[in-house]
């Protein structure tokens, strides 16, 4: 069994920002890719930020500039920096890795809410 538990949301004044944290725990033997993803009402699920094992990085273009993300191999943990936060990044923010836990398998996180708002 293999949890992700994303943490670090809330609510925050257009321009604010907020450290999103991800820890994986379990009978994990590696984890390879690792990604945020944010669904906001109504619309479908889209990619945030990702992340290899080796450290490159992609962005999806709506974030580029204000958002970093980084992860820590040695805890198994993912994290996501965003700053200059607007109305619009308003979502339920997920985590996903690609994990080796026996079988290679892709997890999902419970979400954690992100609120911009003034």
């Known amino acids: 069994q293999v949890l992700l538990v994303e943490s670090g949301g809330g609510l925050v004044q257009p321009g604010g920002s907020l450290r999103l944290s991800c820890a994986a725990s379990?009978?994990?033997?590696?984890?390879?890719?690792m990604a945020w993803y944010r669904q906001a009402p109504g619309e479908q699920r889209e990619l945030v930020a990702s992340?290899?094992?080796?450290?490159?990085?992609n962005y999806a273009d709506s974030v580029k500039g204000r958002v970093t993300i980084s992860r820590d191999n040695t805890k198994n943990t993912l994290y996501l920096q965003m700053n200059s936060l607007k109305p619009e990044d308003t979502a339920v923010y997920y985590c996903?890795?690609?994990?080796?836990?026996?079988?290679?398998?892709?997890?999902w996180g419970q979400g954690t809410q992100v609120t911009v708002s003034s």
């Open positions: 996903n890795a690609e994990v080796k836990a026996g079988l290679l398998s892709y997890y």
């Open positions: 379990g009978r994990i033997s590696s984890i390879n890719d």
């Open positions: 992340i290899i094992r080796g450290g490159r990085t």
